[in-house]
């Protein structure tokens, strides 16, 4: 029979629940699904893709001992505090489904009294102000979904962090990032972390409970002197995974597309392209870097950049939309 497990942690160090996120994610059981539960202090978690000089205020984050921190999901950048609590579903390929994830956090809201639902690309709402915003990773059938839950998020430190874009803003019919967010506590006073974890669990045993899955077990954290674990606990908090590398770019354009933002840094001499990189929120991960990698020796002008072969580079057809429309972006830039 298929199996849920639930993991709770008290650690609120980013690098260590980055870490303990991606360390589970690649030691899930074929026939397993399990919720992690976790919260950041003091924390800016930007999206694989994203430039943090752009999507944050990187000088005010360091002045205040706040941390940055970056994940392996797309998605945009995000602000957690302890008014915050996060989820992962961890599963291997075909038990990984979005929607029956997705309904947990919807059924223990529910269980609050509180009636929300799904909008857009990847939040939850309630009267149409977002209180949970979810991103996606998958690679050779791992796959994790996780997401915020703001119970009682100090908004005004959003505004004080990050950097949202107008365009984006515009796009969901808003004028500001606390303007378009809501806490839980707004809707159920007096309502604790621990008392949301409880329903969390409760949904995730009723929900796939209903599937036929056995209830929910919880399972102990794995020990923090395993050597893998120690590896990518060094990676999430090393410099150059958190700011990724600077390229001294001559050609530099910005743009709000149909899978998120674009923004396209060139390096040009002698009318070759010497070196790429393509920052994003799009939900999407790796079809930025393998672009960028294909981008690096090409002339620099609209045939040359149209011959590309994008079948080379995307795996899929969401993967080749990507990748034309920073294509055609790009040559519509020289015009």
């Known amino acids: ?15 260590k629940n980055l870490a303990l996120e991606e360390y589970l994610t690649f ?9 992690y539960l976790w919260q950041n202090a003091h924390t800016v978690v930007i999206g694989r893709n994203q430039n ?20 392996i999901s797309g998605g945009g950048a995000v602000y957690h505090d302890l008014g915050n609590l996060n989820f992962t579903f961890i599963a291997r390929e075909p038990l990984y489904d979005v929607d029956r994830q997705t309904q947990v956090i919807l059924r223990a809201v529910q269980m609050l009294g509180i009636q929300a639902e799904r909008t857009g690309r990847n939040d939850l709402t309630i009267d149409g102000m977002k209180f949970s915003g979810h991103a996606y990773y998958k690679s050779e059938g791992y796959c994790y979904h996780h997401g915020t839950i703001m119970l009682d998020v100090d908004s005004s430190m959003m505004a004080k962090y990050l950097n949202v874009s107008a365009a984006k ?10 303007s378009r967010v809501t806490n839980l506590i707004d809707h159920r006073p007096g309502l604790t972390v621990e008392d949301l974890k409880e329903v969390l669990i409760r ?3 009723e929900v796939y409970g209903e599937a036929g899955f056995e209830a929910p077990v919880e399972q102990p954290i794995p020990l923090e002197a395993d050597p ?13 995974w958190r700011y990724g590398r ?14 998120g933002n674009a923004n396209v840094q060139l390096h040009i001499d002698g009318g070759r392209i010497e070196d ?10 790796e079809i930025f870097k393998r672009l960028a990698d294909a981008l690096t020796g090409v002339r620099y002008d609209a045939e040359a950049l149209r011959s590309l072969d994008l079948a080379g580079i995307a795996r899929d057809d969401e993967e080749r939309k990507i990748a034309a429309a920073i294509i055609d972006l790009t040559v519509s830039k020289m015009e």
Do not use: H
């Open 1 to 15: 029979m298929k199996k849920t497990n639930y993991i709770l942690t008290d650690c609120t160090d980013p690098y």
């Open 27 to 35: 030691r899930e059981a074929e026939d397993e699904v399990t919720m």
């Open 52 to 71: 943090p000089w752009r999507e944050c205020r990187v000088e005010q984050i360091k002045e205040d001992g706040c941390r940055l921190a970056r994940r």
């Open 169 to 178: 803003l515009k796009s969901k019919g808003v004028r500001s990032v606390r």
């Open 203 to 205: 949904a995730f045993g």
């Open 228 to 240: 893998e674990l120690e590896a990518l606990i060094r990676k999430y908090s090393s410099e150059e």
């Open 246 to 259: 600077r390229i001294p770019f001559d050609v530099e354009f910005d743009e709000r597309l149909d899978f």
């Open 276 to 285: 790429a990189e393509i920052y994003s929120d799009a939900l999407m991960t």
